[in-house]
């Protein structure tokens, strides 16, 4: 082999051995992050035609609306609960340690990221509900109804 | 071998080369429109532009029950007879939340508007015009959106503009708003007249 | 009537920005010379109009016109002066103008600073500036219009100014990004005009380059202030959320990096051409998704703009044309690049190629986890997101690499290497011991805990700056004592130090907080106490404080270490009058030089006590200052003396030589 082609070919080598290493990098980080979405009654109920439900301690994001007198806070420390539904019938129960989002209160549309810890309670790691007054996720919206919701006009609309 | 056909062969492949070169310049465009092509999909996903094709038609015909009175049943008549609002709502929609109070105004105002509850629990729905007043001159309970589907529906709050003949002559999705009714809406109202 | 100036002026910037786009570019393709030299007072003009444009929607919050709805729904009669002015951005319609207004300052400056450019290049580049220019004032005038009136229905106060973004960091935040996006359009369009004139060579990449440094400086200068806006304004103690939008700046910023560094490879060694050509192209492509990602609502996201499909397409239609376009040209002229020179394996152009690679690499990443989402819908597979540690875990993966050879590359000399590498390893050897002990060091100094991948953080931060240094002085002691040595280095040369050392930087203040913050949500009454990280914080009082629009509650603590009183931190909770829907949380922020105090005002509990959230993060700062750092890198290499009146006499040669 001349000098030429033996430096192509560990040129070609490295390239194909970083592109290789990098793919199997990313495929294996995003099966550890990929977090699939529920929506309380498809928790309950299992996800897609093949009701597929989230085994115990899988991680995962639930968005829903918090149910009105289903708060309760811990008197000692900031240890949260409350029930999540969406008119399907399915409740699901959080659990939450922490502040909740500035705008969280009941009735709201929220989305929460946790593991599950058994069939219907989850321990969450981080609740979100968005800096908008009305926002509601829409894929709680779509997801809950088969419909979309729409977002209210003012504020972003001038006409 | 020839002289001449030992000329020729780097000439074809310098041809392919090229031409090979050129596949390999044409990968970033390829890619880029395939991205483009689910960035389109995702654009219309949320299919908020569709136009109704019920407008200038006659309301549907339909057998529904009254929200607050469960035995009471409700048909294509109480649609008709005089310009009206049908607007569709339900409780699990914080638009509707934030809608409900400029309807009660505009029920003050002298609007009539028939309200059409959407893939709701009747319980909760009859909790929430307690809390937050009625401006319903009339409220059906539309559980399953059967009436939904027929009208078009696809979201909530919608509001349909009907004439006194039962004729839906404008649809507007989304909230009604000060500024939207004083703006247009308002004046598509006063036409039904 | 003053609007209307406002809306008139677009109307005619828009009609100037069509005349440049086709008029010089016909000039230069049948060499008339009037034609061409026509770009430059249209560019100029162009400019003049919209700062005009601009300067009266400036006016019409200034003096709160309520009837220019864009006015209305974004600002309030209360507001601060200076919000007043800075909300001219704060919504999409302004902030179009904002981005369109840039563009013209860029078309224009291009136009002024270029004397030693070809006039037939200059008009050429003008004008594919002159088409971007197009499409967004075409964007502006057809579906976000800000001059629209609302009469007749006259609202009576504004909706006021979100409150997130009623903060002196946002003032600047967003044109200095917008500066950064549309910067990269002047190497886009260098690259556009040489593809089109069908002509690459060293000196398009020697007039492309302070441009694009100058666009990178500004885009990491705005990362870095939106970064840091985050941290103090939102409350949640984090510095980057790997949000869409982030995602969105982040990606022309990789992009950007590995372009500077390939065109200095290209005007250095008249290699990577193509390599170039393609990254100038990806830059502006890349700032353009992300304009598009946010303005659309395709991906949801903390800080996105409001979704409207129709805004969306035309943004769609034009991404294609613009991206779609230039990478046709790009396939199909593609095969007039040449690159001369050869480089051995162990070259410095080898290891700049291999930073390029592991950039691009990033890039991608970043692009698959921000798109996968949207695909993963689209295929009917369910809702999902990408959680954070995806892209942590891969970044740390993939710096490794970057770094080292990030290190090694400057102490390599072009071309080849002398035969004998034993010396160069020798040292290298010598900087990475150097580092490593360096690295465990530092946590068993300010940690009680020395963790593997902050080891490793630290020692790729100290190699990079060992190596830099041992580079210096390679490079100073070549000819001269050190001391005079060091003073004859040219400011390019220490713009690529800064640039590494501020990497650097920031790999510190990364690796220390992602590893030794300390985050606790506490529930305390006024009067409690609480020790956290050797510091004892106590919770004082709490009481009203009101501000012209907004009233709140403000938490008073006093902090002190080792039984001294180190200061006093107020953490606030506002409502604001127009939107009071929408709390915000003002944290208190007590900074250090190795640590940041951070105190977060929760929500009122039951028995008058609060929900207190208190941070303590290690070297924070160091991230944004290592953004600092490097940007002003790129100001020294912006300012060297090759670029500041590029050459004259070359440039005639060279254009004697070619025309």
């Known amino acids: 082999m001349n000098p030429r082609r033996k430096k192509r070919l560990s040129i070609a080598l490295v390239i194909i051995i970083g592109l290789g290493t990098m793919t199997g990098l990313v495929l294996y980080a995003l099966k550890q992050n990929i977090d699939l979405f529920y929506t309380p009654s498809q928790l309950v109920e299992g996800l897609g035609e093949d009701k597929v439900k989230p085994e115990i301690g899988q991680r995962l994001r639930i968005g829903g609306l918090v149910m009105p007198g289903t708060v309760t806070r811990n008197m000692e420390d900031l240890k949260v609960s409350f029930v999540l539904s969406d008119d399907n019938g399915g409740l699901v129960t959080l659990e939450y340690e922490g502040i909740l989002p500035d705008l969280f209160r009941e009735g709201q549309g929220i989305v929460a990221q946790g593991v599950l810890k058994s069939a219907n309670v989850i321990s969450a790691s981080e609740v979100l509900a968005k800096h908008d007054e009305e926002y509601m996720p829409p894929e709680v919206a779509e997801a809950i109804k088969g419909i979309k919701h729409m977002k209210p006009e003012y504020g972003n609309e001038t006409k | ?193 | 009537m003053i609007p209307e100036i406002g809306h008139f002026s677009l109307i005619v910037a828009t009609a100037l920005s069509f005349l440049l786009a086709i008029y010089p570019l016909i000039g230069a393709k049948i060499n008339h010379p009037g034609m061409i030299n026509s770009a430059k007072p249209l560019a100029i003009m162009q400019f003049l109009l919209m700062s005009l444009s601009f300067a009266v929607l400036a006016y019409a919050f200034a003096t709160d016109d309520f009837s220019v709805g864009y006015v209305a729904t974004n600002s309030n009669s209360l507001l601060p002066i200076q919000y007043k002015i800075s909300a001219v951005w704060g919504g999409h319609e302004g902030s179009l103008l904002l981005w369109s207004l840039t563009l013209a300052i860029w078309t224009a400056a291009v136009a002024v600073f270029s004397q030693g450019i070809p006039k037939v290049a200059l008009a050429r580049v003008l004008s594919v500036m002159g088409m971007i220019a197009i499409g967004f004032n075409l964007f502006i005038l057809l579906t976000s219009n800000p001059f629209d009136r609302t009469l007749p229905y006259l609202p009576l106060d504004g909706n006021d100014l979100n409150p997130l973004l009623q903060d002196i960091g946002l003032i600047f935040h967003p044109p200095m990004l917008y500066m950064g996006y549309v910067g990269f359009s002047v190497a886009f369009a260098f690259a556009i005009a040489a593809l089109m004139a069908g002509r690459l060579d060293s000196a398009w990449a020697r007039w492309s380059r302070p441009w694009t440094l100058i666009a990178w400086v500004f885009l990491t200068s705005g990362i870095a202030l939106g970064s840091w806006w985050a941290y103090y304004e939102l409350g949640w103690g984090g510095w980057w959320f790997w949000d869409p939008v982030e995602n969105s700046s982040f990606m022309p910023w990789l992009a950007g990096t590995a372009l500077i560094h390939s065109l200095a490879v290209s005007e250095k060694r008249g290699v990577f051409k193509s390599w170039t050509v393609l990254l100038s192209i990806s830059a502006f492509s890349l700032s353009l998704l992300g304009t598009f990602l946010v303005r659309s609502g395709v991906l949801v996201s903390v800080h996105a703009f409001a979704s409207d499909p129709a805004r969306g397409l035309f943004i769609l239609a034009f991404l294609i044309a613009v991206v779609g376009g230039s990478l046709l040209l790009y396939a199909v002229k593609g095969s007039e690049i040449k690159s001369r020179g050869k480089y051995s394996l162990f070259s410095r152009e080898t290891f700049l190629l291999m930073n390029n690679v592991l950039l691009i690499a990033a890039l991608l990443v970043v692009l698959i986890g921000t798109l996968l989402p949207l695909v993963h819908k689209e295929l009917g597979m369910g809702s999902i997101s990408i959680g954070v540690p995806f892209f942590n875990n891969i970044f740390f993966y993939m710096i490794i690499p970057l770094a080292i050879a990030l290190g090694v590359a400057p102490l390599l000399r072009w071309k080849k290497q002398e035969a004998d590498l034993r010396p160069l390893f020798k040292q290298l050897a010598v900087c990475a011991v150097a580092s490593i002990v360096l690295a465990v060091a530092l946590p068993a100094i300010f940690a009680d805990k020395i963790k593997i991948v902050a080891v490793v953080g630290f020692a790729l931060a100290f190699w990079v700056i060992i190596t830099s240094s041992l580079e210096v002085y390679i490079r100073a002691t070549h000819r001269h004592s050190f001391v005079s040595g060091v003073t004859k280095l040219g400011r390019s040369h220490w713009a690529m130090v800064l640039g590494h050392v501020g990497l650097a930087m920031m790999l510190i203040g990364i690796s220390a907080t992602q590893n030794y913050k300390i985050e606790k949500d506490l529930r305390m009454l006024p009067g409690d106490e609480v020790v956290f990280a050797d510091y004892l914080f106590e919770f004082e009082r709490i009481g009203e404080a009101n501000g012209s629009n907004y009233e709140g509650y403000k938490a008073v603590f006093n902090i002190s270490k080792d039984g001294k009183f180190e200061t006093v931190m107020k953490a606030e909770k506002r409502s604001y009058f127009a939107q009071r829907s929408m709390p915000m949380t003002e944290a208190a922020i007590d900074w250090g030089v190795t640590r940041d105090l951070y105190i977060a005002l929760g929500e009122q509990l039951a028995d008058d006590s609060w929900a207190i959230r208190i941070y303590y993060e290690p070297f924070i700062r160091f991230i944004w200052w290592g953004g600092l750092v490097m940007s002003i890198g790129g100001l020294l290499a912006v300012s060297d003396r090759r670029y500041r009146f590029v050459n004259k006499r070359v440039a005639k040669a060279q254009s004697l030589g070619q025309e």
């Open chain 2, 1 to 193: 071998m020839t002289d001449d056909e030992k000329k020729k062969k780097p000439l074809i492949t310098a041809d392919e080369k090229k031409k090979k070169q050129l596949m390999t310049r044409l990968i970033p465009l390829i890619v880029f429109l395939c991205v483009s092509a689910f960035l389109y999909i995702g654009l219309f996903r949320d299919a908020t532009v569709l136009e109704s094709t019920f407008i200038g038609r006659p309301v549907p015909e339909f057998a529904l029950n009254d929200l607050v009175e469960p035995e009471l049943q409700h048909d294509k008549s109480v649609l008709t007879g005089q310009p009206m609002l049908l607007n569709v709502w339900a409780t699990w929609c914080p638009t509707c939340y934030a809608e409900h109070k400029y309807l009660n105004e505009l029920a003050e105002d002298g609007v009539y508007i028939v309200g059409m509850n959407y893939k709701d629990e009747r319980s909760k729905a009859l909790r929430w015009l307690e809390e937050l007043d009625n401006p319903y001159k009339i409220s059906l309970y539309d559980p399953d959106g059967m009436l939904g589907l027929d009208l078009g529906v696809y979201g909530a709050p919608e509001t349909f503009f009907i004439d006194s003949k039962g004729i839906i002559q404008f649809k507007h999705v989304g909230d009604i708003n000060p500024r939207n009714w004083n703006g247009e809406l308002k004046a598509i109202y006063e036409q039904l007249k």
